[in-house]
């Protein structure tokens, strides 16, 4: 666990009570000397002291280690490798304090770097579509020609006071014909920008998706109700295995869908009868969602809630639970138990977190060929990159370049902390003659404890693969695959 963060709030909480050091150190068992090394951040804190602290303190666990601070530092840390503040040689290690010492201000900058970098995303986009798009140098000549054509004739009418009636009125037609193509320009230029400008906001969206699940741990139990009850109206137990053929009374009139695999035809069938039939449910838990009040977040939410309600009509919840206990939380084998593949056994592995009926603590991440994230489901204690590509050695990217096996990385990141990682790819295309493959791949991440009860855990001995979160922030000097120089060191 981070040793700033949760020294930090040790501290703090212990003066807030008014108790000193020596005293929580007799609570927690140990002597005052590590009590206070740990506080200065110069001592890792084990899970087993943090429960200690917590206990000591009158705090939950949750309340000391510091995932959700974690999560804020990567942010911080990524921040500090932008090129544009390079001169200012910012130190990525110092953003733990930086977060423990003013959580407010650091929530603060990590939301102006935000949307600094939408800003200048959005910007390059404009950019790109001035100097490329032909539409834009066809406006532009047509605008250039209807004020032309404006302004001579303007000119004309205010320079010859003689002008017969008849020509006086064409004229007069001319400029009316002219001005109106020139706004029919207008109006299209201005529909070209806001589409661009909607296209070009299309990460801010996805990462208050991110937070909205996040939050919600990965877990809308509104939407596992509404696919039991469509399981139902089906005529279908939780238990039983579903066909895409069950599906067919709420998908009259629709066309059937068209994938490579049943697996993949079978998810494409349980969204649209998601989609046609529960709708009420999804704009409910849109509504319950306060990030998501902007249209194009409300839009992409609705399509990541409508995959999520689809995964839960083939998989209920508590089959599910059931069948992945038994298995040792094994995705390949869920994957062929509920016949949708392995990226839905992951994403199921991830929303298993309801109290006191939850599985292992897990993370998704899927891929594309370039290593783009076409969607994430994180942990605080996992971070994934905002902006450009992970580290190269984690297993998900392994996998693009073998689909069909399934790998598994015991992967220790510069911190100390270990994660599991299990990654397989699969071709997600129509299977056309012809058509190129789209190749995905799916990263299910298991912190290295949460992964102990499953059939990956680590095993007695096993050396993890020194891994990084991406170049620009790892600190591995010596890292053969680095493609980017850090931004210290």
């Known amino acids: 666990m981070s040793a700033p963060i949760v ?5 703090e909480r212990r003066r807030a009570l008014g108790v000193t050091q020596a005293e929580l ?16 951040a ?15 303190l009158g705090l939950p666990p949750e309340a000391l280690d510091g995932a959700a601070e974690r999560r804020l530092a990567g942010l911080l840390a990524e921040m500090a490798a932008d090129p544009d503040f390079a001169d200012l040689a910012l130190d990525p290690a110092q953003t733990a304090e930086l977060v423990a010492r003013a959580p407010g201000w650091a929530r603060a900058l990590a939301r102006a770097w935000s949307a600094s970098r939408e800003k200048s995303r959005m910007l390059d986009a404009l950019s790109d579509r001035l100097a490329h798009d032909p539409f834009l140098s066809d406006a532009v000549h047509r605008m250039l020609t209807n004020i032309a054509a404006i302004r001579s004739t303007s000119e004309i009418l205010a320079a010859v006071e003689d002008i017969e009636p008849p020509q006086r009125a064409r004229f007069h037609h001319i400029l009316t014909e002219e001005s109106a193509r020139l706004s029919e320009v207008a109006q299209s230029l201005a529909q070209f920008f806001d589409a661009d400008r909607a296209g070009a906001r299309a990460a801010a969206p996805a990462e208050e998706i991110d937070e909205a699940f996040l939050a919600a741990d990965n877990r809308f139990d509104r939407l596992e109700a509404a696919a039991e009850a469509l399981r139902a109206r089906l005529g279908l137990g939780l238990e039983a295995a579903l066909d895409p053929a069950a599906l067919a009374p709420v998908l009259a009139g629709q066309p059937a869908p068209r994938a490579l695999s049943r697996e993949e035809t079978l998810r494409a069938a349980a969204r649209a009868a998601v989609l046609s039939t529960c709708a009420e449910a999804l704009e409910a838990e849109l509504d319950a969602r306060p990030p998501l009040r902007a249209e194009a977040a409300r839009r992409r939410a609705r399509e990541a809630l409508a995959d999520y309600a689809a995964d839960a009509l083939i998989a209920p919840y ?28 992951a994403r199921r592995i991830a929303a298993m977190t309801r109290p006191g009926a939850a599985g292992p603590r897990a993370a998704h991440m899927r891929v594309n060929a370039a290593g783009l994230a076409l969607s994430r489901r994180l942990l605080p204690e996992i971070v994934l990159p905002r902006y450009g590509a992970a580290c ?18 015991l992967a220790e990141f510069p911190d100390g902390a270990r994660v ?66 850090p931004v210290f060191g």
Request: hydrophobic share 45%.
């Open 42 to 56: 110069k001592r890792g804190v084990s899970p087993r002291l943090v429960r200690a602290a917590a206990k000591a």
């Open 392 to 409: 190269p050695l984690w297993a998900v990217y392994r996998a693009l370049s073998a689909p069909g096996r399934t790998l598994r990385q």
């Open 318 to 345: 508590g089959p599910f639970l059931e069948a992945g206990r038994a298995a040792a939380w094994d995705a390949d084998a869920l994957a062929a138990r509920f016949g949708a593949g392995f990226d839905h056994a």
């Open 7 to 11: 020294g930090a709030r040790i501290r």
């Open 420 to 485: 599991v990682f299990v990654a397989r790819a699969a071709d997600a295309g129509d299977g056309a003659f012809g058509r190129p493959e789209q190749i995905r791949a799916t990263l299910l991440a298991l912190p290295e404890q949460a992964a102990a009860d499953t059939i990956y855990a680590a095993r007695p001995g096993e050396r993890p693969e020194p891994v990084g979160p991406n170049c620009r922030i790892c600190p591995r000097a010596d890292c053969a695959h680095r493609a980017e120089d």
């Open 25 to 40: 150190a007799r609570r927690m068992g140990i002597s005052a000397s590590y009590l206070n090394l740990i506080e200065s």
